[in-house]
């Protein structure tokens, strides 16, 4: 075994080797950095499900190719997303998990703001022909049809962004923000997902956030936050309940 | 200051680990949570690709950035650097990290 304080110059040429032979990998890819953890949010939320019970199908492959929607613009039906089920006697329940779909306030029918990732009953992409004043349409989900939505940030928590969260929830799901009496079972509550680790202040502030609201705050999403996906971690998620089910 | 006089002469050796930190914070985690998305889309579907705009993540892409991941993964563990000494927040705390880091591998190397 090399000892990285005695053989200084064997780690040197190692890792001139490594960066030699991978240079075009890394270069090339490194562009896409913020999508990547975008899909490792996206990729958490599916496990999500999977791990609460549901079957998971990916649909609207196109010529073979799973597209991924990288911004609010675009129709969603040209876009590949994830369809969750899970049958319960004789009802199904069906959602969809998309992602930058734009979502209509709850305050207002005219505006909008876009989530990462949005579950959403299916079937329910609506078209506003009048948004732009121009041939380009619209595409959004009425705010009914949002079960919940995940803002992913790749950066390390700080107050700002953390209470900036308190806005969106506001907009989208505002009955979020008054503490409910019991944990919900089938979706993940409203959740912000943050790739940096936090420090005792962002810590404080993601106790008092989530000790006021039905919301959760997941940070170090690459180790500790990703663990909280798994199977016997998810009993500790903030969730909600839907009623909204289709009958077989 | 005196803390960390032990590692005085090491500056080099902790100018390459602190690289190989933010290495991984920035480049090999998000790798590593690209392969895992692709991974399951092709398990799940009968993708070839994922498609992000213009840029396309197809098998033998993914098979590039495993590539990139293990030898990574080995080049740390034939220096026995453990992912755990890049779990930190601030720079002290690496230090402190590397600090106990290098009084174990001394031992164990004798």
Do not use: W
């Not at chain 1, 080797?17 to 890394?26: A, D």
């Not at chain 1, 798994?230 to 077989?248: H, P």
């Amino acid at each position: 075994m090399a000892n990285p304080f005695k053989d200084l110059k064997e780690l040197n040429r190692d890792l001139d080797n490594f960066l030699r032979r991978h240079r075009t990998v890394i270069y090339n890819h490194s562009k896409r950095i913020s999508d990547f953890f975008e899909m490792a949010c996206y990729n958490n939320i599916v496990r999500f499900y999977e791990n609460n019970g549901y079957v998971t199908q990916i649909k609207n492959l196109v010529k073979q190719k799973f597209r991924y929607k990288c911004s609010t613009a675009g129709n969603p039906d040209n876009f590949s997303f994830f369809e969750i089920s899970k049958t319960q006697g004789n009802q199904i329940k069906l959602y969809e998990i998309r992602h930058n779909l734009n979502v209509q306030s709850s305050f207002q029918k005219d505006i909008f703001t876009t989530p990462d990732i949005s579950v959403i009953h299916p079937n329910t992409i609506m078209k506003d022909e009048d948004f732009y004043h121009s041939n380009t349409k619209y595409y959004f989900v009425e705010n009914h049809s949002l079960i919940t939505f995940c803002e992913a940030k790749n950066f390390n928590p700080f107050p700002e962004l953390l209470f900036n969260f308190v806005g969106i929830i506001n907009e989208l799901k505002p009955r979020l923000l008054k503490p409910k009496k019991a944990n919900g079972r089938e979706h993940l509550s409203a959740s912000l997902l943050i790739s940096g680790k936090s420090n005792a202040h962002s810590d404080r502030i993601k106790k008092s956030l989530e000790g006021r609201y039905h919301i959760n705050i997941l940070y170090d999403l690459f180790t500790i936050g990703n663990a909280s996906f798994s199977k016997y971690n998810i009993v500790r998620l903030r969730k909600l309940d839907t009623l909204k089910q289709i009958k077989l | 200051m005196i803390f960390y006089t032990p590692l005085q002469g090491d500056l080099d050796s902790i100018s390459l680990i602190l690289a190989l930190s933010i290495f991984y914070k920035r480049i090999i985690s998000n790798f590593d949570a690209a392969t895992k998305f692709t991974n399951r889309v092709f398990k799940y579907s009968e993708a070839v690709s994922v498609q992000l705009g213009t840029y396309e993540l197809t098998t033998g892409e993914r098979n590039k950035m495993t590539r990139v991941i293990l030898q990574y993964q080995e080049l740390l563990a034939k220096y026995s650097i453990e992912i755990d000494l890049f779990d930190y927040l601030e720079t002290k705390e690496l230090l402190r990290k590397i600090k106990a880091f290098k009084a174990r591998v001394n031992e164990n190397n004798g």
